[in-house]
């Protein structure tokens, strides 16, 4: 069975990372006694797992609302291979032939990844696993991309995976991301799908809320200012982690759509305040309020995120 053939990634994500310390499992889930509400949720989700093809088939609809609501932290690492089809990369078998090569990027990586998640404990310290894992997969991704390279943002996608899943498992899924969900055009050296991206924004922004437009735009507060970083690294490192890893988990079904939709969100939210804002003061609050207003309610976030009008065939326009 599907859920037993992953039982390797289901492992780790149970035992090295969470003893070592770097496990994103709040202490309420790690209890020992789950309720009787989380018991039926690891069920239901083992049985997804299991019946996978069924339900991206059969069950889409009711697959996207349970995403939408979270995926149960231990089943991160086999439900994100499954919606990338990660299993399906005939790249994963020369994973460790790629670490064999050099890199013209090594020392730029090098550079980079203490960097990346400096207060985790997983990356914490130049002679950690973490790090070492995170240089090796960004490495062997740059030998079979040499267009795209290296790009510090995307240390932090694939940190991410790193804190769930081996590294092998973690460049297959990255790969995937790049290839599949737009991420390799917003890395490519001209950054101008980052533009487009941008550019989409703003008109959903002039369109939804237009008086908060006219401010920015009063002010010369450009929306790369505060944007550019959503889209690059998912928003994981504008929330903390039990925060991001919740559009993260959208993203790997709904894809980049869901990145407008938490923008628009968070701009909703704040408007009243940001409206009364100087560039600096609403540079501060981007930096300062907006990162932590939702870490102890995700869920409202999320809802209204997917309250947000948007329509794909516009935005291609």
Not at 39 to 50: A, F, H, K, P
Request: hydrophobic letters at 40%.
């Amino acid at each position: 069975r599907l859920l037993e053939a992953d039982s390797k990634s289901m492992r780790s994500v149970n035992g090295s990372r969470r003893n070592s310390g770097s496990s994103l499992v709040s202490s309420s889930s790690a209890s020992s006694n789950l309720s009787h509400l989380e018991e039926d949720t690891w069920i239901l989700w083992g049985r997804i797992v299991n019946e996978w093809d069924e339900w991206r088939k059969k069950k889409e609809k009711l697959l996207k609302e349970l995403i939408r609501k979270g995926i149960p932290h231990h089943f991160w690492a086999i439900v994100w291979q499954l919606l990338c089809s990660a299993a399906e990369l005939p790249l994963k078998a020369q994973y460790s032939e790629l670490l064999r090569m050099s890199s013209p990027c090594e020392r730029l990586i090098r550079r980079d990844i203490a960097r990346t998640y400096p207060e985790h404990d997983f990356f914490k310290g130049q002679d950690s696993l973490g790090q070492e894992v995170l240089f090796n997969v960004m490495k062997a991704y740059s030998l079979v991309d040499r267009e795209v390279g290296y790009c510090q943002g995307s240390a932090f996608i694939v940190g991410l995976l790193l804190m769930q899943m081996p590294e092998e498992e973690a460049f297959s899924v990255f790969v995937r991301l790049m290839q599949e969900y737009r991420l390799r055009e917003l890395f490519k050296p001209s950054m101008a799908e980052l533009g487009l991206c941008i550019y989409q924004f703003e008109f959903l922004l002039q369109e939804q809320l237009p008086e908060l437009n006219v401010h920015f735009r009063s002010q010369s507060f450009l929306t790369s200012m505060y944007a550019s970083s959503w889209f690059l690294t998912l928003f994981l490192t504008t929330f903390p982690l039990p925060v991001a890893t919740r559009v993260f988990d959208i993203f790997m079904y709904e894809g980049l759509e869901i990145v407008f939709r938490v923008g628009m969100a968070l701009l909703q939210f704040n408007q009243a305040e940001l409206v009364q804002l100087d560039m600096e003061g609403m540079s501060q609050y981007f930096q300062k309020v907006i990162p932590h207003q939702f870490d102890s309610c995700p869920d409202k976030l999320i809802l209204r995120a997917c309250q947000v009008k948007y329509n794909p065939r516009k935005m291609k326009r």
